[in-house]
């Protein structure tokens, strides 16, 4: 562990509140860590009763010019009148300071909570902001940011959890051919869909309401990508309902960004490569003490038997309900599950044959 990684997992107070000086702040000493595992960020407040948010960025995850086109596009987005909560200009004009090595940035801290679950009314106004988003996205390019590709959600996890030993052996296999299958997929079905900067990590989480009525937080993850990864994981059910408020969202959407429903095919894809990327991320920060406290069960027999179990079942479900899906598609018929013949047994856990 080098020594920039040893300063991170044990920033203190009073480290916070010393750099928070360094960048022209006046605060008073209240420094109270709020959730983050990525980063370490601090909410701490001002002698004149405000508040600020510190966001000590992870070494290694991002280079500074990274970091730098997350707070662009942030800037453009709040330029245009989005409600995203963008950094401070610090002493200098910049906005990135570091301490032993360490980037940070100072933010408005923003009122409100995260919504449990969104009405029709709130999927419109939400599906018109998130169209103003991609438009803004679109407008310009992001050129150090990684794209969302098969590649880097897929194949660069797999060779890590490979490489690091984290697949057990009994399951190692059915792992890696599952997530080749979901690459392969993905791959085809994305060839025509428009790549631009999107948010990346667009969950409910990620939002808040208040006063001041939305506000779309955390773009640490934004990357250029297809916009229906941000669609889905606002409104990610696939239930009855969950579809139904898709459509809700999808039609505010249409009033300021035309969405071809086709892209669609690409949400249980991008699904499978979510689990693939999280259980990567996870296994790239297990030497930070933070992590085996909050996964206890990562790394386990059973973990991993869930997570490839999980993976198969999203490829079942993907052949089983995408409709009019392109010519070589569709799963050979020798590589279907066979299904089973059931008997009473099945049905019946003490039938005895007569």
């Known amino acids: 562990m080098n020594q920039t990684n040893t300063f991170f997992f044990n920033l203190t107070p009073d480290i916070v509140i010393r750099a928070v000086e360094q960048s022209g702040f006046e605060p008073t000493g209240h420094c109270m860590a709020l959730n983050s595992y990525e980063n370490r960020v601090y909410d701490l407040r001002l002698e004149d009763g405000s508040h600020v948010v510190g966001k000590f960025y992870r070494p290694g995850r991002w280079t500074r010019v990274q970091i730098l086109e997350e707070h662009r596009f942030l800037f453009d987005l709040r330029d245009d009148?989005?409600?995203?909560?963008?950094?401070?200009?610090?002493?200098?004009?910049?906005?990135?300071?570091?301490?032993?090595?360490?980037?940070?940035?100072?933010?408005?801290?923003?009122?409100?909570?995260?919504?449990?679950?969104?009405?029709?009314?709130?999927?419109?106004?939400?599906?018109?902001?998130?169209?103003?988003?991609?438009?803004?996205?679109?407008?310009?390019?992001?050129?150090?940011?990684?794209e969302l590709t098969g590649e880097t959600y897929g194949l660069q996890p797999l060779a890590f959890l490979e490489g690091q030993g984290f697949l057990p052996s009994h399951c190692r296999d059915r792992y890696h051919d599952a997530v080749m299958e979901i690459v392969e997929i993905y791959e085809m079905l994305r060839k025509d869909v428009p790549f631009h900067r999107i948010h990346g990590d667009c969950h409910l989480g990620n939002l808040l309401h208040g006063a001041e009525g939305w506000f779309f937080l955390d773009?640490?993850?934004?990357?250029?990508?297809?916009?229906?990864?941000?669609?889905?994981?606002?409104?990610?059910?696939?239930?009855?309902?969950?579809?139904?408020?898709?459509?809700?969202?999808?039609?505010?959407?249409?009033q300021?960004?035309?969405?071809?429903?086709?892209?669609?095919?690409?949400?249980?894809?991008?699904?499978?490569?979510?689990?693939?990327?999280?259980?990567?991320?996870?296994?790239?920060?297990?030497?930070d003490p933070a992590f085996p406290a909050a996964f206890p069960h990562f790394g386990t027999v059973q973990y991993w038997e869930n997570e490839t179990r999980d993976l198969e079942e999203q490829l079942e479900y993907f052949y089983g309900n995408t409709a009019d899906l392109p010519a070589g598609m569709q799963r050979p018929e020798e590589d279907k599950p066979e299904e089973k013949e059931l008997t009473n047994k099945d049905f019946f856990w003490d039938w005895e044959d007569k």
């Open 81 to 146: 009148e989005i409600p995203v909560c963008a950094p401070l200009t610090l002493p200098g004009g910049e906005t990135i300071h570091e301490t032993e090595g360490i980037m940070y940035a100072i933010w408005p801290r923003t009122g409100g909570r995260v919504p449990d679950e969104l009405t029709d009314a709130e999927l419109q106004i939400l599906g018109r902001l998130c169209a103003r988003i991609h438009n803004n996205g679109a407008a310009k390019k992001a050129p150090h940011r990684i």
């Open 219 to 254: 773009f640490d993850d934004f990357l250029t990508g297809p916009a229906v990864q941000d669609v889905w994981m606002l409104v990610p059910a696939r239930d009855r309902e969950g579809l139904r408020q898709r459509e809700v969202f999808l039609d505010a959407y249409a």
């Open 256 to 287: 300021f960004r035309d969405f071809d429903r086709s892209w669609l095919r690409l949400v249980e894809p991008l699904r499978a490569l979510r689990y693939i990327r999280y259980a990567a991320w996870i296994a790239q920060r297990w030497d």
